[in-house]
Structures are given as structure tokens and as C-alpha cells.
């Protein structure tokens, strides 16, 4: 296959106007494949993208970055949505469906008696933090994991020299984050208990705990209600971000699998299949607070977002997606594996069924990673070290994958054993932390 031209040449011109390149650290080519990434698409449809030059690649890797759980362009949503945008998707009065949305959440999730919207998961977050330190008149966060760009968050880096490494990536600079905020936000590690019971004992009156469910690895058992327990004594609000991980594992948040009931729960990318919309549900008292301060954006009433949420979870619901995107992710899993082992390459696997991720612990892993990605564009599948599963991937498509895995893994074989990864490469080897692009 001939390597895509027209996105590379576009994405140079973008870093001139934009900076960064793009919106999100995980669009940026960098990241996959620096100078050959097709980096822009013209249309995505089911599993599959076709970039600037109308090359068709099969989408193994992160479908959207999450959003897109049930295949892109997915007619039942588009259906919805072009029918809201036709009778208007923004007016004086408000949406009913937020309305009809709202009761849907609350129903799935019985310990919530209220919901307010947001468009992205960041502002979500942050509108989470901003009304669990409204309702206890109190500033520290104890948290856990990745939760956005915003101020309160990133924040953790200015108590330590990233903090955050841990957390989310390397190299984050807190730059244009209040000093005064230092030490308002404390981070510990999941499955790391003794970490929470340290900060809740040096801050005995917390604002609020927050963390996703379960991410990269499992609970250990009795985990997250110990996180729960310390988080009732503190009398702090128990969050969970499910931005990522709410619908994969279940029909709403993955807490309901672990029998948990936080006080707060929020959702965003993986309810609506693409369409920007976020969703803050919890504890009628602790949402209360969101009208003892001010939290109000013109952007979150617009009709797309929750119309978009009812039909993707309608569909979710008919065609019991989470079964399907185990199946998938497991297959996927065993793809990885099978390769590893039959070319002797080291490889570990991690993350659940729906969500996973690898990586290659030899020598150079970041080159090698990168000649994966190169070796497999080449073969007309985009793919990465991580792959979330979706709606819209067949077994035919993993069959596809699996024969491209194959032939790939004997190239990183022959690559490792001549000591020639780096000679092989087409361009630089892919970026890991936060770097500056231009
Ligand atoms: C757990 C978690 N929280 C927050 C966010 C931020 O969401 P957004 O990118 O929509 O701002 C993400 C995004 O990946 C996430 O995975």
C-alpha cells in the first residue's frame, strides 16, 4: 500500500496555525507514527476510515478515542440526530430530551436522583469537582487516574514535579494553574488503599474522593469499598468517573457490576456515540449544591447531545453491546497473544476486554511499537498499542487483523533479531509523554 500524502502534508500545516496540531494529545500524529500518520479522515463509517486520499483503512485502534462505541456514523443515532437537527437542535425554550434523558439515567442507576449536562468529559469533571466543594464548604481532592485538562486537575503538579506521571503522562507543566490551588488536590494509586488512608489522615475533612471504577487493571478485592468506607468518613463525595469505562462493561456505569453506590457518577464520551455530550448524575442533596453556585453554559442545552444519548443507549440496550464488545476485545486479546508467542516476541497485555492494551517490554519499545504501527498502515489497518472494541467490529474484522498481526510480528521478529527496528522506520520514533510540537 502506498503511504497516505495529503493528511501528512496537512497535519505539518495545521502545527503551524494550530498549536499543538490538534485538539486532543491522542490525535496528534506523533503519537502513532510521526510523518506518515494519515492524520485526517474524509469519512469514517462501521469500523472503517478513509483518509484525504481516499485510502480505506480498517480502524483496529481507538475507534474515536472511545467515542465511537458503537461504530462510526451509526445510522440509528445519525437517523435521530438528523431528524433534531431538522427541527432545530437549539432554540430559546429548552430540550424535552433532556428531560426523558435524565429519568433514563436515573432508572439505570438507582442511587441518582439528579443529572445535570455537559458537552465534553473534562468540563464534566470539573463541574463534578466544582459542586462536591460547593455541598461540603471544603477544597481537598483525594483522586486516582485521568480526569481532564482542567485547573483544579492539573493542579497536582504543582505540589510535586509530575505527579501526574503516575496518572496520566510525563511532562505535563502546570503552567497558567494558580499556585494558589497547590496542595488542594492529592493523588493516590488504585489498589494502593494505604495511599488514600495516608491522605485522608493528614486531611481528615476531604471534599471528595474521585476515581474511575476500574481502568487498567481490576479491584483488588474489597478495594473499592475500602475506598468508599474512607470516603464516608472523611465525609467527602464519593465520585466516579465513567467517562471512559461507563456502558463498556454494562448497560451504565462499570460501579454497577461492583455493587457500588458512589454520590456522584460522570459520563460523557462513551454514551453518544460521538456526539459531544456529558452527563453528571448523583445523590439528590449532593446535586443540590450546583444551585448554591453557578454552573451554566449556553452549549449545554443543545438538543444533539441528548438525543444522540437516548438512541445510542436504546441501541446498546437492543443489541446487548457490552456481551459484544467482550467478545470482541477477548478475541482481540488472543490475537495479540497467540502472535507474541508463535514469534517469540515478549508482550504484555493489560486492561479489560473492551478496553485493552499492550506492550512490548524488550529493548526499544517505543521503535518498536512505532514499526508496528508503520508495518500494519502499510497493510491498511490503523492501529496502536491499545484497542477499544465497538459495535461495528466483526469477527471477519479481527480474521483481517489477526493475518495482518502475523505477518507484522515476523517483521518486528526479523527487526529485533538483525538489531534493525530504528533502520526500518520511515520517519522518527512515536512520542510517549507531553512534548511541545511547535
Ligand atoms: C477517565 C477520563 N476522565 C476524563 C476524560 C476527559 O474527557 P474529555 O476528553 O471528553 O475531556 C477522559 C478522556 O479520555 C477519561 O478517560
Not at 482481540?332 to 507474541?340: E, I, N, P, S
Amino acid at each position: 500500500m502506498t503511504m497516505s500524502n495529503t493528511g501528512p502534508k496537512l497535519w505539518k500545516r495545521a502545527k503551524k496555525v494550530i498549536p499543538g496540531g490538534a485538539q486532543l494529545l491522542s490525535k496528534r500524529a506523533e503519537r502513532f507514527l510521526p510523518d506518515h500518520w494519515p492524520s485526517y479522515y474524509s469519512k469514517a463509517q462501521g469500523a472503517y476510515i478513509w483518509d484525504l486520499d481516499g485510502t480505506r483503512y480498517l480502524d483496529m485502534s481507538i475507534m474515536g478515542v472511545g467515542a465511537c462505541i458503537l461504530g462510526y456514523a451509526d445510522p440509528d443515532v445519525n437517523r435521530a440526530v438528523i431528524e433534531a437537527v431538522n427541527r432545530g437542535s437549539m432554540a430559546t425554550l429548552n430540550a424535552p430530551e433532556e428531560v426523558e434523558l435524565a429519568e433514563v439515567l436515573c432508572r439505570l442507576h438507582p442511587w441518582a436522583q439528579m443529572v445535570r449536562y455537559a458537552r465534553t468529559g473534562g468540563e464534566a469533571m470539573a463541574i463534578a469537582a466544582r459542586i462536591a466543594r460547593a455541598h461540603t464548604g471544603r477544597d481537598v481532592i483525594a483522586f486516582c487516574g485521568y480526569h481532564g485538562w482542567a485547573d483544579w486537575y492539573l493542579a497536582t503538579n504543582l505540589q510535586k514535579k509530575d505527579a501526574l506521571a503516575e496518572h496520566l503522562l510525563k511532562g505535563l507543566e502546570p503552567r497558567g494553574v494558580p499556585k494558589g490551588l497547590r496542595g488542594t488536590i492529592l493523588p493516590f494509586r488504585y489498589n494502593h488503599i494505604e495511599e488514600l488512608e495516608a491522605i485522608v489522615r493528614k486531611h481528615p475533612r476531604l471534599a471528595a474522593v474521585i476515581m474511575e471504577p476500574v481502568h487498567g487493571e481490576e479491584p483488588k478485592r474489597g478495594f473499592l469499598k475500602s475506598v468508599q468506607a474512607l470516603a464516608r468518613k472523611s465525609g467527602a463525595v464519593f465520585v466516579f468517573d465513567e467517562i471512559t469505562m461507563g456502558f463498556r462493561l454494562t448497560l451504565g456505569g462499570a460501579h454497577l457490576l461492583y455493587g457500588m453506590q458512589p454520590d456522584m457518577a460522570v459520563f460523557a464520551k462513551a454514551m453518544s456515540n460521538g456526539y459531544p455530550m456529558a452527563a453528571i448524575i448523583g445523590r439528590r442533596d449532593v446535586m443540590d449544591a450546583a444551585q448554591q453556585t453557578f454552573i451554566s453554559s449556553t452549549y449545554w442545552t443543545d438538543r444533539i447531545g441528548p438525543v444522540a444519548t437516548l438512541a445510542t443507549i436504546a441501541k446498546m440496550k437492543r443489541v446487548k453491546l457490552h456481551r459484544h464488545l467482550a467478545r470482541i476485545g477477548e478475541s482481540v486479546k488472543k490475537v495479540w497473544l497467540d502472535a507474541g508467542e508463535k514469534h517469540g516476541i515478549e508482550i504484555h497485555a493489560h486492561g479489560v476486554a473492551p478496553l485493552l492494551a499492550f506492550a512490548f517490554p524488550g529493548p526499544e519499545p517505543q521503535a518498536l511499537k512505532t514499526l508496528f504501527v508503520q508495518e500494519m498502515l502499510d497493510r491498511g489497518i490503523l492501529a496502536t498499542d491499545g484497542f477499544y472494541a465497538s459495535g461495528a467490529h466483526t469477527d471477519a474484522h479481527v480474521r483481517t487483523y489477526g493475518r495482518a498481526l502475523d505477518q507484522v510480528f515476523a517483521v518486528l521478529r526479523e527487526a529485533i533479531r538483525t538489531k534493525t527496528i530504528r533502520k526500518r522506520l520511515k520517519g522518527p520514533v512515536a512520542m510517549q509523554g507531553f512534548t511541545r510540537l511547535n
